[in-house]
């Protein structure tokens, strides 16, 4: 599958396993930002990893603090290699454009409507276009 995707927040061209989630997420209290695993118990990909993979995001949970922890993720090499969004969320953004402002390498963030969610799985590339390659599920 090839799709081109909206780039929200421009960063390196990412690429790594998929990880599609199939429930939105609070990344504060959600996501632990010194592993980068899922610690949300209640949450259907709990111990799940994000650090490396592509992360297919169908939505956030509100919290101020998201933008806060997505840049720990960063700051600590546990980043996902890209962020897919349904939806932008600026909040969450913000951690990405913030981390870039501090000089670190950040990865990019892109929207891709929602039924492409579905059909992603297996090895993603995103190119710093925005282009969107799935290899093997």
């Known amino acids: ?73 960063v700051h600590n090499g546990r980043a996902p290699a890209a962020l897919v969004l349904h939806e932008p969320d600026a909040i969450l953004l913000l951690g990405l454009i913030v981390a870039r402002e501090m000089g670190w390498e950040t990865p990019m963030a892109v929207r891709l409507g929602r039924d492409a969610f579905e059909t992603c799985g297996g090895r993603v590339r995103i190119a710093e276009d925005g282009a969107l390659t799935v290899s093997g599920e």
């Open 1 to 73: 599958m090839r799709a081109a995707a909206e780039i929200l927040v421009p960063g390196k061209a990412g690429e790594g396993e998929a990880l599609v989630l199939t429930a939105p997420i609070s990344f504060w209290g959600g996501v632990d930002p010194k592993t980068g695993r899922i610690a949300d118990v209640r949450h259907p990909q709990h111990g799940e990893v994000i650090a490396g993979r592509v992360l297919f995001l169908p939505g956030t949970i509100g919290s101020s603090s998201a933008s806060a922890v997505l840049m720990e993720l």
